[in-house]
């Protein structure tokens, strides 16, 4: 199983970016997902998941407002829609699957319920 993260570049302080994740070997269409982010010299951090009826999301306070994650099951794709993007944003953004149907909200949050993860794709937010 491979989870395949793109989207990522270069862009200026209060632009946009969508990443997309992809996995492939087996479809999660049942099960949450997740990106969480690594800035350089920090440790990885949630940044927002989603449920696998994309019924429920759960956001990071700092992206709150700015970020969208959401998912086609028919393409087997979960997107981040970013936003206003700020240079604190920088970091590489790594997406997440899970294979534990039932979550609740507040474990979407934790990296440890994720059995599988991307290779990451790089955002960099000049300012």
């Known amino acids: 199983v491979q989870l395949q993260a793109s989207g990522g570049g270069l862009v200026q302080a209060g632009g946009s970016l969508r990443l997309s994740c992809v996995p492939s070997g087996r479809t999660f269409s049942r099960y949450p997902m997740g990106w969480f982010r690594q800035a350089p010299g920090k440790e990885r951090e949630f940044v927002a998941a989603?449920?696998?009826?994309?019924?429920?999301?759960n956001y990071a306070d700092s992206v709150k407002g700015r970020f969208t994650i959401s998912r086609d099951n028919a393409k087997n794709t979960v997107y981040l829609q970013m936003n206003s993007l700020k240079p604190e944003d920088t970091a590489v953004y790594y997406c997440a699957a899970s294979d534990r149907e039932r979550i609740y909200t507040v474990a979407l949050r934790v990296s440890a319920i994720y059995g599988y993860w991307g290779q990451g794709t790089l955002v960099t937010v000049s300012s």
């Open positions: 989603i449920t696998g009826s994309g019924g429920t999301t």
